[in-house]
């Protein structure tokens, strides 16, 4: 991808954290865009009438190292149209001809939305989220599912995903250390985009704060029941963090 196709101008504004350590809200519009860029298959020309069969035969026959599922299958789970899932998945095919997305080359592409800083900490959790069977590559199936989620799931489908981001060796808790990993790994990727400067202890500091609300029987981990709900219930949280979506 060329990077001088990125916004990076608009990455800036969308990662901005406010003086309350929260990423500030970005339109789903920004959000949009940026997941289309990671993956640039998605923003394909709709194909015409003559070949959508075409595409379709592909999705079924395609000769890639990991063929896809059937459309009906995918269309059943998620919430993406049998058009709009040709249409990735014919530009997905045509970006990654091996139909599989590895961590370097997610890495190299998510940097470029980040030149001021550091992203290749934040990458590797946010690939593995994607990666939801753990098997070291992000298929057609992975990024549409998570596409679907992140683009047009519920509050609750949205909350479950930032959780698994979060729960870094998933085991289905979230420990004040990986919360202050993907923290910092947040800050090390904003770079100085930031105003005002955020001082070395920040991170900490914020995970200090978050951690204390959502652990309410405080027992060192936050449950998922315990995330969604202090999430749901914190209006400061639900609007500043805007279920993280400016830093995706």
Known sequence: MDAKRVETVSARVDAAVSSTGYPQIVHKRGVRARLMRLFPCSTAKKPSSTNQSNVEDELELSAVRHRPEGLEQLEAQTRFSRKELQILYRGFKNECPSGVVNEDTFKDIYSQFFPQGDASTYAHFLFNAFDTDHNGSVSFEDFVMGLSILLRGT???????????????????????????????????????????????TPRQHVEVFFQKMDKNKDGVVTIDEFIDCCQNDENIMRSMHLFENVL
């Open 155 to 201: 509050v609750q489908e949205k909350l479950n995903w930032a959780f698994n981001l979060y729960d870094i060796n998933k085991d289905g808790y979230i420990t004040k250390e990986e919360m202050l990993d993907i923290m910092k790994a947040i800050y090390d990727m904003m770079g100085k985009c930031t105003y005002p400067v955020l001082k070395e202890e």
